[in-house]
């Protein structure tokens, strides 16, 4: 296939690889164990974008990889979709709001902050929706696109129930907080 195919559907194949991760995370319990770390933050911002266990972590990698592999991706389309993965994530985390009509043309094409706030509400049925971090299609296609939140986007409360207190947060416990 010539590279001028190939690179974006490599690009759209790997997104769609991580909302299925992501959606994954979410669904299977051992691995919503490793994941729950990054919805335990109190705080939605850029931070968040960075707050995974290392465990998961290293499970994403070895899925990421296995995946390049298997489907044969260019190494110049992957390391392309790990620096837009990596800077869509910090400005989906983001704790700002764009302009409303310009919010609603966006979540067209990218994974706009209050799209992806929604993700983190501490209601169950709001934090198992809008899985996408690059395109919001996935979230649309598969049915798990939630607009809006039952409560005001920028004062919802998120995080999950079980962690609710800031030594929560401490790095020891959150680096045991699979096992618990």
């Known amino acids: 296939m010539p ?4 690179a974006p559907l490599g690009f759209l194949l790997l997104d769609l690889a991580i909302y299925a991760q992501h959606w994954a995370s979410h669904n299977v319990p051992l691995l919503w164990r490793l994941h729950r770390m990054h919805h335990a933050d109190l705080d939605f911002d850029v931070s968040t974008a960075l ?3 290392p465990m998961e972590i290293v ?3 070895v899925y990421k990889i296995a995946l390049v592999w298997a489907l044969g991706i260019h190494p110049v389309v992957v390391l392309v979709f790990e620096i837009v993965l990596n800077g869509t994530a910090l400005f989906n985390h983001a704790n700002f709001s764009i302009p409303a009509k310009l919010e609603r043309v966006m979540r067209w094409f990218v994974v706009t902050p209050d799209m992806h706030r929604v993700h983190h509400s501490i209601r169950p049925e709001e934090t198992n929706s809008n899985y996408g971090f690059n395109f919001p299609w996935w979230d649309r296609l598969f049915g798990t696109y939630v607009a ?3 409560a005001n986007p920028q004062t919802m409360p998120i995080g999950i129930e079980l962690f609710r207190t800031e030594s929560d947060s401490a790095l020891h416990k959150l680096l045991i907080q699979p096992f618990k």
Do not use: D, V
């Open 3 to 6: 590279l001028w195919l190939a």
């Open 59 to 61: 499970g994403s990698m």
């Open 51 to 53: 707050r995974f266990h």
């Open 148 to 150: 809006q939140p039952k």
